[in-house]
């Protein structure tokens, strides 16, 4: 994976992770509340990426090979069938 595909995934993990220690310590359980706290997760994140002059995720590359195509690459080198 490239530099840029792996800053993605890492910051989407990141997001993910901040949201789910977020919503247990507040012990959230609505949709409503959820969703707030998932934008504006979302939302400081990015504004981190901006102010450390890192690249916004819409404006890095297309991937040559889609996540499937990866995936079903994987799966021909190890032996396994197409859908794990």
Do not use: W
């Not at 995720?57 to 197409?82: G, H, I, R, V, Y």
């Amino acid at each position: 994976m490239d530099n840029m595909g792996s800053d993605e995934l890492i910051a989407n993990l990141f997001r993910i992770s901040q949201t789910e220690q977020k919503l247990n310590k507040d012990n959230i359980h609505t949709e409503k509340a959820s969703n707030e706290i998932h934008y504006n997760i979302g939302k400081n994140i990015r504004e981190v990426i901006a102010k450390n002059g890192g690249t916004m995720p819409e404006d890095l590359p297309t991937p040559k090979k889609s996540l499937k195509e990866l995936e079903k690459e994987k799966n021909k080198s190890l032996n396994l069938p197409d859908e794990c």
